[in-house]
T-cell receptor, first 113, second 116 residues
Framework: AQSVTQLDSQVPVFEEAPVELRCNYSSSVSVYLFWYVQYPNQGLQLLLKYLSGSTLVESINGFEAEFNKSQTSFHLRKPSVHISDTAEYFCAVSVEGYSTLTFGKGTMLLVSP | ETGVTQSPTHLIKTRGQQVTLRCSSQSGHNTVSWYQQALGQGPQFIFQYYREEENGRGNFPPRFSGLQFPNYSSELNVNALELDDSALYLC???????????????FGPGTRLTVL
């Protein structure tokens, strides 16, 4: 079975500072990797996904994540955060042959002025 | 393009009662998955439906059941509600090929269930 570890439950950062949210996974087979964002009292929004090809994937709002197979990681980064990026971020994995998602426990990104 | 919708938004039930939650898939999607998100936790997979058949199930008891309709909408039914069933229930849809395997899943806003 696969699992996802998000090492930080909360990451406080000042506006315009860079941020990295860490995600490590465990799986014995090939994986697909996802980052979802959840704003307060809302559902999950797909932020970006790695299915195959280039290991660096980007979202439309400036986030990027890099799939590192040797380190089994898929860390999320943004060079300059905004107040509006304050939200809970979930890393998720599905394995080849299945589409169900296994989620980490989430990281709360708190951006302050 | 219509996104995933869920109803109701909020629901309060008492222990032992039964509840039905509803989900409409994103247009063009043929697979629906349900997840339970307890407070402060990541979502946990309940089950998935493809072509009106259950296509995978997580570690949830049989009192959690579901349906998928020909228009790909879905229901989640929970019988004999327990206090621990209080959670946000999320529906996600995806487009699966003939193997029944999709890739990215798109989530609805969720139904907040409170069991007293």
């Amino acid at each position: 079975a696969q699992s996802v570890t998000q090492l930080d439950s909360q990451v406080p950062v000042f506006e315009e500072a860079p941020v990295e949210l860490r995600c490590n996974y465990s799986s014995s087979v090939s994986v697909y990797l996802f980052w979802y964002v959840q704003y307060p009292n809302q559902g999950l929004q797909l932020l970006l996904k790695y299915l195959s090809g280039s290991t660096l994937v980007e979202s439309i709002n400036g986030f990027e994540a890099e799939f590192n197979k040797s380190q089994t990681s898929f860390h999320l980064r943004k060079p300059s955060v905004h107040i509006s990026d304050t939200a809970e971020y979930f890393c998720a994995v599905s394995v080849e042959g299945y589409s169900t998602l296994t989620f980490g426990k989430g990281t709360m990104l708190l951006v302050s002025p | 393009e219509t996104g995933v919708t869920q109803s109701p938004t909020h629901l309060i039930k008492t222990r032992g009662q039964q509840v039905t939650l509803r989900c409409s898939s994103q247009s063009g999607h043929n697979t629906v998955s349900w997840y339970q998100q307890a407070l402060g936790q990541g979502p946990q997979f309940i089950f998935q439906y493809y072509r009106e058949e259950e296509n995978g199930r997580g570690n949830f008891p049989p009192r959690f059941s579901g349906l998928q309709f020909p228009n790909y909408s879905s229901e989640l039914n929970v019988n004999a509600l327990e206090l621990d069933d209080s959670a946000l229930y999320l529906c996600a849809s995806s487009l699966a090929g003939t193997s029944g395997i999709g890739k990215a899943q798109y989530f609805g806003p969720g139904t907040r269930l409170t069991v007293l």
